[in-house]
C-alpha cells in the first residue's frame, strides 16, 4: 500500500510514472513491490479521472499525409 500511494501521490494530467523493479534484479529473492502495488496503482489513477496508457501511444507522431 506504501509504494502505491507514494506513487500516485500528487498525480495529474500529463504525468509520466515509469515503473521497475530494479531491486529484484539484484536480489531474486525479494518480492515484487511494483508489480504487487500495480492494481492499486491502476484503481487510484482512474479514481481521479486519469488513464494509463502505453508510453509510446504518447511519444509517436502520427504519420503526415
Do not use: Y
Amino acid at each position: 500500500a506504501a509504494v502505491a500511494a507514494r506513487l500516485t501521490r500528487g498525480l495529474s494530467a500529463g504525468d509520466v510514472v515509469l515503473l521497475h523493479d530494479g531491486a529484484r534484479h539484484r536480489r531474486p529473492a525479494l518480492p515484487r513491490v511494483v508489480l504487487q502495488a500495480l492494481p492499486r496503482v491502476f484503481d487510484a489513477i482512474e479514481a481521479v479521472g486519469l488513464r494509463t496508457m502505453p508510453l509510446m501511444d504518447d511519444l509517436v507522431e502520427p504519420p503526415r499525409v
